[in-house]
């Protein structure tokens, strides 16, 4: 069985005794709110250095998903057991928060900041979780951040005054910060969690975030998961694919195989045309 047929079934099965260090596992997870169950025995494995984007139509689940693989959604205990979430090898339950944010950082939807603070303090605030650090070792993350997110120019700018695109990006930053302090004494998997990180911005920064992800992925081996509402750019960027729909994971595995017009009809209720990408080899191009 391929890895990619098998995406919710983590290295560590239940009275298994093989763990994966390196991969942030959710397996069958149920999510129920009211009368309505959101995830299913819904499962996904997420690798150090891989970019997984995971698809589906609203309200299917997805940042749903990803909270919980963030460890900042609380599990019913009667439907999961303690395995449900494994992180390097160990249950995410047993990890302190700090511990917990050591390893894995995450940018939600619409990252809330009411305080009037300086781009480079927002930035910084990523290494709260290594207290450790000196002030100009935070300081040169932050920078490097900054670079990254190409933000240099606006890094003594108010984060209040930035315009909503301008915002999202300092957010990306901060989560670089986190996700990449002590990387060089970590031999442990990272994963970065990003739910619609290009949401608020132009075709031109999205393209380049989406680079820098990537990258960051190879280079640092940092898991990425990303939850994408526009199929070319995950097909373009991402190692695998895996699309939600009805509480399930309904295929999961490189963009070409499974971002066919069964899969996007079933997901999302329209028909696709697919077809070779004219400059991204062996990707494909989605029109719908």
């Not at 998997?189 to 380049?208: I, K």
Request: hydrophobic share 40%; net charge positive; charged share 20%.
């Amino acid at each position: 069985m391929s890895k990619d047929s098998r995406a919710d079934m983590p290295s560590a099965l239940h009275g298994g005794t093989t763990y994966n260090c390196d991969e942030l596992a959710a397996w069958a997870l149920t999510v129920q709110r009211g009368q309505r169950t959101v995830l299913q025995r819904t499962g996904l494995r997420l690798e150090a250095g891989e970019v997984v984007c995971l698809l589906g139509a609203n309200g299917a689940g997805k940042t749903t998903f990803l909270t919980a693989l963030a460890g900042e959604l609380k599990l019913d205990r009667r439907l999961h057991d303690k395995q449900a979430i494994l992180m390097n090898g160990t249950e995410l339950t047993s990890l302190r928060t700090t511990q917990q944010a050591q390893s894995r950082a995450v940018l939600p939807q619409k990252p809330g900041l009411s305080f009037d603070l300086q781009v480079m303090e927002v930035v910084a605030m990523g290494a709260y979780p290594f207290p450790e650090l000196s002030n100009a070792q935070v300081h040169d993350l932050s920078s490097k951040a900054l670079a990254k997110a190409e933000l240099e120019d606006l890094a003594q700018r108010r984060y209040l005054a930035l315009s909503g695109g301008e915002q999202q990006r300092v957010q990306f930053a901060r989560v670089l910060v986190q996700v990449l302090a002590q990387r060089s004494q970590d031999p442990r998997g990272r994963y970065l969690l990003l739910d619609e990180p290009t949401a608020s911005l132009d075709p031109l920064h999205q393209q380049r975030l989406l680079q820098t992800v990537r990258e960051l992925a190879q280079t640092e081996r940092i898991g990425v998961l990303l939850i994408l509402h526009d199929i070319n750019l995950a097909a373009s960027w991402s190692d695998r694919v895996a699309l939600l729909a009805e509480g399930k994971i309904l295929a999961c595995g490189p963009p070409a195989s499974v971002l066919t017009q069964k899969h996007l009809y079933t997901v999302y209720g329209v028909e696709a045309h697919i077809m070779p990408h004219p400059t991204r080899a062996g990707r494909p191009l989605i029109v719908l």
